[in-house]
């Protein structure tokens, strides 16, 4: 009998460890997002690169547990999965990520008809429509900063700034520009067709120049003095941006580009995405907050691309005939790379099935990159 | 003359190195007179003096010498092998000025004047470079501290404060009294900041004087579009350079002079695109092996992980 009720008693306890005796209506409401992000994934091709680790973080960050002391949550100090996390709190997951964005990236159409950089700025509006919006909210000023920056579609650079700025909100910023980034293909084409005429969307662009491989290492020497002399806050993510592109375009560091931008990219991306996912856990993430974060990522997605697209128009009234820009490359100023110029393409292609915008929309797209890290150095010098 | 200049490089770099080093100490804050102030782990009041480490890195004062006399710099030496004598990134530690060493690492063999001028100095380990010093005036009141208005401030710091920040509001004076009867907000504060950070001066600065966030739109888009538009025009610059090189070069390759090349230069695609179609059309030498495609499967027996020719650096070109 006395064996029974032990047996007894330690299936009770056992019970009181496990996901079912510890669960909410907010881990299920979470469980349910993470399988949304790996359905959008696998069936839609979402950026599956992004949501599916993010969606399996989030399932692995909201399975309930008793606290018990046995280093399990990401939370907990000490635990596997809040070590991996420290690369997320301390901001060196982004500038890593940057170093492979470098190595991976051509900055030719850029490079070849450097004007489309001044769309790449513009396109940061998206940033401070969202700023202004949150200040209005009742956001503090930080944490508007660090919300506003969902605008500039680039994931490492919200992570890099929100976990300076306001660390708490970290999780539903970088959700929420994960999920704008993979929703680019959805939010943007209205914006672009509102905003443009029929005329306008099938204006041809001259073909780019062929750039000499000395123009390419002179630009990421350039570009980081340049940019870094301004703003040296944007130091962690320039500074590994053009690091990556001189090893790219030097010509002599090929192992080191193809590992910068291959095997590291990839695992860094691998735990970015986990981890981030991971962090949401029910208790933490389901706040009005965070409600209030993911409705003013969507405004600035909007307000960035519509930005980008009216900067376009209002540029042709300075351009001669023969030099005007297509105003469907705007929505590329922002830096979701390569998606938001790929949805030029695509667009553009809808009106004239022979005109091709997508090496004209790189040059905003890599452009949005440099302007948004360039705005988080800006907002982390003034506010950090 | 390379190898000088490689070895001038090596040397910058390792000033720039110990600038993170035991250079970065201060003393912060002094108390002269404790009668009802901080106590020691004996329950003593003693004098004390704290010192800051003002950079970003950890550095150890282990081997540092502590003095209250010019003429004898190595006066107390900071012990070896405690790692409590390890300062984190702008953090403090606290030296009892009790005149009993044995005590322990933080123990001084020298007591401050409480009537006379008390000279202090700091020493790096080699006994003769002096890190930081000095003079806490005479006729310092019971439990009132002399210290730095801002932790690990330096003279030209607080001039270049006051030169560039119109918010700065501490005054002109480096070394202050800290007195906890005084409501001036300036508090005796062993181990601890000098000036208590409980807000964020750059935000409520924002929260008062920007509310909607407009000063800030237009401040940082400033600086954004700034940016790329010196990038823009120095890329405009490089370019217009590169392509006019390339002309030259493509020109003197084929023999014809400037004239001769306006005809040619400034064409649109479509009329090089004619021009190489009929030169094909026109010079087809080879039979339709030329469009047969062969697909062929290619093996690759080595790895790179293998291969010496991978694994071994290049040699620099010395020209």
Redesign the interface.
């Known amino acids: 009998m006395d064996f029974l009720s032990f047996l007894g008693d330690n299936l009770a306890t056992f019970w009181t460890y496990t996901a079912f005796a510890n669960f909410t209506w907010g881990h299920v409401i979470m469980i349910l997002v993470g399988l949304a992000f790996i359905y959008l994934a696998v069936a839609k091709v979402f950026e599956p690169m992004l949501l599916i680790p993010i969606g399996f973080g989030i399932l692995i960050g909201n399975i309930p547990f008793k606290d018990a002391g046995l280093q399990l949550g990401i939370y907990e100090q000490g635990s596997v999965l809040n070590i991996l996390y420290q690369g997320v709190t301390s901001g060196w997951y982004p500038p890593l990520i940057f170093l492979g964005i470098g190595a991976m990236t051509d900055f030719s159409a ?3 008809n ?2 489309l ?2 769309i ?2 513009a396109a ?2 998206g ?3 969202a ?2 919006i949150a ?2 909210m009742g956001f ?3 944490q ?2 660090a919300i506003g920056i969902i605008g500039g579609a680039d994931g490492p650079t919200a992570i890099f700034l929100s976990s300076k700025l306001a660390p708490n909100l970290m999780g539903a910023i970088a959700i929420s520009a994960y999920s704008y980034m993979a929703l680019v293909p959805v939010i943007q084409p209205p914006i672009m067709r509102l905003l443009t005429t029929k005329k306008e969307r099938v204006i041809r662009m001259k ?1 780019p ?1 062929v ?2 491989q ?2 390419k290492v ?2 990421p020497i ?2 980081l003095l ?2 870094c002399f ?2 040296p806050s944007g130091l962690p993510l320039l500074g590994m941006l053009f690091f990556g592109n001189l090893l790219k375009e030097s010509g ?1 560091t090929r ?1 080191l580009a193809e590992t910068a931008r291959g095997p590291m990219i990839d695992i860094v991306t691998m735990l970015l995405g986990i981890t981030v996912g991971a962090s949401t856990q029910a208790t933490q993430f389901l706040t009005w907050d965070s409600v209030k974060i993911f409705g003013l990522g969507a405004g600035s997605f909007v307000i960035a691309t519509a930005a980008g697209v009216l900067f376009v128009k209002l540029f042709n009234l300075f351009l001669k005939k023969g030099n005007k820009i297509n105003p469907l490359i705007g929505n590329a100023g922002v830096s979701a790379v390569p998606d938001s110029a790929r949805i030029s393409q695509v667009v553009g292609l809808e009106y004239d099935s022979s005109n091709y915008l997508l090496m004209h929309a790189m040059g905003p797209n890599v ?1 949005g990159v ?2 948004s890290a ?2 988080a150095g ?2 982390l010098g ?3 | 003359m390379k190898y000088k200049i490689l070895i001038l490089v090596f040397l910058c770099a390792a000033i720039g190195i110990q600038a993170q080093r035991t250079t970065s100490l201060r003393f912060n804050e002094i108390l002269v007179i404790n009668e009802d102030n901080y106590e020691d782990d004996y329950g003593n009041k003693y004098p004390w003096i704290e010192i800051y480490n003002s950079s970003p890195g950890t550095v150890n004062m282990a081997g540092c010498y502590l003095t209250n006399d010019i003429n004898n710099p190595k006066l107390y030496m900071v012990p070896k092998g405690d790692v409590l004598t390890k300062i984190s990134p702008r953090q403090h530690v606290l030296f009892w000025a009790d005149n009993r060493p044995s005590r322990g690492t933080f123990h001084l063999n020298f007591t401050l004047d409480s009537i006379k001028p008390n000279f202090i100095a700091l020493f790096d380990s080699d006994g003769r470079t002096l890190i930081d010093s000095v003079t806490v005036p005479a006729g310092q009141r019971p439990d009132v501290s002399y210290g730095l208005i801002e932790d690990g401030w330096t003279l030209k710091r607080l001039d270049e404060e006051i030169r560039l920040n119109p918010l700065y509001k501490g005054g002109n004076q480096l070394w202050i009294y800290f007195d906890d009867h005084v409501n001036d907000g300036r508090y005796v504060t062993p181990s601890s900041n000098n000036k208590i950070l409980d807000t ?1 001066d ?2 409520e600065n ?2 008062e004087n ?5 000063g ?2 237009l ?3 400033g ?10 025009l ?3 610059l ?2 217009n350079t ?2 006019g090189l ?1 002309h030259r070069r493509a020109m003197k390759a084929s023999g014809i002079t400037k004239e001769e090349a306006k005809g040619v230069v400034g064409q649109s ?1 479509d009329v090089y695109a004619a021009i190489a179609m009929a030169i094909y059309e026109a010079t087809e030498l080879h039979d339709e092996e030329n469009t047969i495609l062969t697909i062929k499967n290619t093996a690759r027996n080595y790895s ?1 992980w293998s291969s010496k020719i ?1 694994t071994l650096r ?1 040699t620099p070109i010395k020209k």
């Open positions: 850029l490079i070849s450097p004007k950089m001044l790449g700025a940061q509006f940033i401070f429509g700023y202004i200040l209005t503090e000023p930080n508007a900063a073909p120049r750039v000499s000395t123009e002179l630009f350039f570009g340049l940019t301004l703003v002599v192992r452009a440099i302007g360039v705005a800006v907002l003034f506010l950090g | 964020n750059k935000i924002f929260k920007d509310s909607k966030g407009i800030m739109t401040t940082a888009m600086v954004v579009f700034i940016a790329l538009i010196l990038l823009y120095i890329f405009k490089i370019g590169a392509i390339s695609g790179p991978y290049e």
